[in-house]
């Protein structure tokens, strides 16, 4: 069993912004949640955990957010790919039954093909091979909703694996692995944190804790995990962070915001988290 961990949610470029300044913020007052003996991560969370295991500093990361206009990587989700997912995401009251939804929606993808989708996550990426630093990247089998956390030991590369992650339907179409279609985490649960049951000390960065439709909260994921006998605490966006993210979460205009309002935030909540890591 692995002692620390540290899970970084999806949901956009003010979703990775947030928690680079929420990551910053810690830091600042002496807790390094970079250091996790494991880092997990859904979607944009899962760039952020490649990039701090391969040693980057939360300092750094959030003086390129602050200054940054424009999104790593163009993404054009539309608004016709944003009522497909709605209706799929909404049409069951059921988690399981959604993910299938889902999973039948990435399936349906045309318009983009895999290899496409690895040329586009490639450059994304600080390395090209697996930090040494254990490593989980959440992907979710389109075929069957089963979720997996991909890492150096999965036997494939890291950009499949990255890119599995952020395969996110109608946008990408899901990646091939083994015998299964792999997508974006984030369609069983923007955080995944259940999948760390094997660690001790859990702490979860939620940018989207409550997704729309029957979609597992993160609150529910995290009490679970305190109740299998984890340390476990959950960092969400407050009212304000909330209001500097916005409603679109791929708007660049908001990356600099998003990232200060998670460093105000920190401060809040350092007390906590040091009891959680260090207690």
Known sequence: MA????????????????????????????????????????????????????????????????VRKRAMMEVDFTFTMTVKYLWAA???????????????LALKVRHMTEAE??????PQLPVQEWPKRPVRLFAVDALTGEPNGFSA??????VTAMS???????????????????????????TNADLVHDCRRV???????????????????VAALVAGGARAALLVPDRAARRACGRNPLDASRIPGAARAGLRQAAEHAEQIRTIWHG
């Open 117 to 122: 989708v690895l040329d586009a996550i490639r």
């Open 203 to 221: 702490v979860v960065l939620a940018p989207i804790p409550n997704p729309p439709g029957a979609t597992p909260g993160a609150s529910d994921q």
């Open 164 to 190: 599995a992650s952020c395969a996110l339907p109608p946008l990408f179409p899901p990646i091939t692995i083994g015998a299964g279609r792999w997508m974006d985490g984030g369609v069983r649960s923007t």
């Open 90 to 104: 909404l049409g069951s009251r059921d988690p399981a039954t959604v993910v299938k939804r889902l999973g039948r």
């Open 3 to 66: 002692d620390t961990a540290l899970v970084l949610g999806g949901g956009g470029l003010t979703a990775y912004a947030w928690q680079v300044g929420m990551l910053a913020g810690l830091a600042d007052a002496g807790v390094d949640l970079g250091g996790a003996d494991v880092l997990a991560g859904t979607s944009a969370g899962s760039l952020l955990a490649v990039e701090l295991a391969t040693g980057a500093a939360p300092a750094d990361l959030y003086a390129v957010q602050v």
């Open 153 to 158: 030991d999965s036997g494939i590369d890291l």
